[in-house]
Structure formats: structure tokens, C-alpha cells
């Protein structure tokens, strides 16, 4: 069963899903923490030139199945044109402002 995004519970979690599901990259970026990292499977990656290539041109989607960790851990169906969908976790890092300072994705 699919959570609402506007019912996430961490409001940078919800704000990053928001803008992900929107493709409003100038929202996502302001959801950043300067010098934010990400990685993807492990790897640690160029924060913008993965947003880029699997998020905003490729059409990236969420749909939330399952939360924990206060908000900052999902299991979520991620589809992008690239790769088509598959089930993903997400895990975040939030800093005392709000933003997000990393995230880390991969297949769950």
C-alpha cells in the first residue's frame, strides 16, 4: 500500500519527494544542504550529475511504500524512463537547518 506523500512524516523527506514526483529541480536543490552527498548501491556518486541523469531527465517517480526511522528511511517503488521501476530504499541525513546533508539510495 502506497503512503500519500503529503502524510511522510520528516517535512524534508516529504519536501524531497514532493519535488522528486513534481520534477521541480530548483525546489529539490533548495531542499539541499551545501556540499550534500548521496550514494547509490553503496558507491558514493556526484550528487548532480546522478539528480540529473536518474531523477530530473529521466522522469524519476516515488511511490512510498513503507516508513521508519522517525521519516528518514523508506522502501519505495522508484521508476525512471532509464530503468524502468524497481523497489528501492532510501535512507536521509537531515542537519539541524532542515536540509538534507546526504541521502543514500539502492535496490531493496
Do not use: C
Request: charged share 30%.
Amino acid at each position: 500500500m502506497t503512503i500519500q506523500t503529503a502524510k511522510l512524516s520528516d517535512p524534508a523527506v516529504r519536501a524531497f519527494v514532493t519535488a522528486v514526483n513534481s520534477h521541480d529541480r530548483e525546489g529539490f536543490m533548495t531542499l539541499l544542504a551545501p556540499g550534500a552527498t548521496m550514494a547509490d548501491d553503496g558507491t558514493d556518486r556526484d550528487l548532480a550529475d546522478w539528480i540529473d541523469r536518474e531523477i530530473f531527465s529521466s522522469n524519476g517517480h516515488m511511490k512510498v511504500d513503507n516508513e521508519s526511522n522517525g521519516g528518514r528511511s523508506l522502501i519505495a517503488r522508484y521508476r525512471n524512463d532509464t530503468w524502468g521501476e524497481m523497489r528501492t530504499r532510501w535512507t536521509f541525513t537531515v542537519g539541524d537547518d532542515g536540509r538534507i546533508t546526504r541521502f543514500e539510495t539502492g535496490q531493496a
